[in-house]
């Protein structure tokens, strides 16, 4: 998944080595000063947020690694794969499994950066379909066709455990609780297909434009419902890593500062500060990003941002190490127990 914009500050910091002490100085004044100013804003949105909590379901975290683990024994979720069509089955059956929930398939086809065609399949569950307040939650479920960031098998699936599986699972549990605790609000998840077979780099094919997230692409122009609105969206997307850190992502602070805020507010007042960094990062492409700029839906992105790696995802990121060994219940819970107390508290 391209899901990286290359930070706009390397330059920044590879010029600050070969400044003199006294600019580093500065540099590190002005450091100090930014971080300041992220405590004073979080400060602030947690002042916003300390209204009482409605009474919100528990979120199961066995449940969801259950139902990560189930999509990866499926094997990788290619397009075009028989272990895509079986997925795309089960997904659509367990979905419907739950009280209340009704699920379509929206089928489309897509052509590549190597011009092949791809059939997707968008899996659209809604919950209070006649609300008119509704909820936009979404994830890909589809996996990497190659390991593009592996130095072994690089033209082979990943498992996606991580990338893919995680977001699916969690939403899936969320799906169930909802079944099992009725809300009175409306609910829509969107399991895009497609997203994760994106152009990958030192092709001999010329660079091509919006190569990835090509069900959420389709689906933005397209619509399950005509007019669709949902009051904003949120993105799920490697949320599954042990130790892994969501940060305050550019794109999503553009479009839906308030969401981000609201979620992080109630994360931290939920005991899951540690997770839900007050960091502004870089903006990332990704199925988000076509919410908000065709579908017109504010939306967000939660995505595991590790500024250790180059990608500034997990080093198993479009590699054959994304599979369970990856899955974390802790993070899955820190995830949807804040997601559910967002939902039951609107």
Known sequence: MLKTVLPGN?????????????ISLIVACGESEQKKTEIKNAQKIDNKEQQSFNQAPEFNSDSAYYFI?????????????KEHAACADWLKNKLSSFNGWEVQIQEF????????????????????????????LFAHWDTRPFADQDSIDKNKPIPGANDGGSGVGVLLEIGRQISLN????GVDIILFDAEDYGQPDGTMIPRKPDTYCLGSQYWAKN?????????????????????ATFTMEATSMYYASNVVEKIWAVAHKLGYGN?????????????????NTIANIPSIDIIQHNPETRSNFGKYWHTHDDNMDVIDRNTLKAVGQTLLQVLYNE
């Open 182 to 185: 009725p809300i009175n609000i």
């Open 223 to 243: 619509p399950h419902l005509p007019g669709y609105r949902a009051y904003y969206g949120i993105l799920l997307d490697m949320v599954g890593a042990k130790d």
């Open 69 to 81: 683990e189930k999509q990866v024994a499926f094997g990788p979720r290619v397009p075009n794969t």
């Open 10 to 22: 390397l330059m920044y910091k590879a010029l600050v080595f070969i400044f003199l002490p006294c």
């Open 109 to 136: 086809k897509a052509r590549a950066f190597d011009d092949k065609i791809l059939n997707g399949k968008n899996i659209i569950a809604s919950y209070n379909k006649n609300a008119s307040k509704r909820i936009l």
């Open 275 to 291: 997770y839900f960094l007050y960091k502004r990062t870089d903006g990332i492409t990704d199925d988000h990003y076509y919410v």
